[in-house]
């Protein structure tokens, strides 16, 4: 599967930042933080990525200002 650079890079940031782990959640403020790229940017890279099967998003609760992203078996594999 070839992935871009942007895409390829988020998924890095989310797979270090959950230890690598399915179970373990990101919360997305803290992946923006670190890739520097504005939100909107983030969550079309992030909607990419869950169509790939390579992260899951849950969905963002009313009154949070985040949601989680889990990434996936494929992920560990595509990193």
Known sequence: M???????????IVAEKSGRNPNTSVIDTAVIKDSLLP??????????????????????????DFRLINITNEDLDAT
């Open 2 to 12: 070839d992935l871009s650079e942007g895409q390829l890079r988020i998924l890095k």
């Open 39 to 64: 939100a909107d940017e983030l969550n079309a890279y992030l909607g990419q990525l869950e169509g790939l099967g390579l992260v899951k998003l849950g969905i963002k609760v009313a009154g949070a």
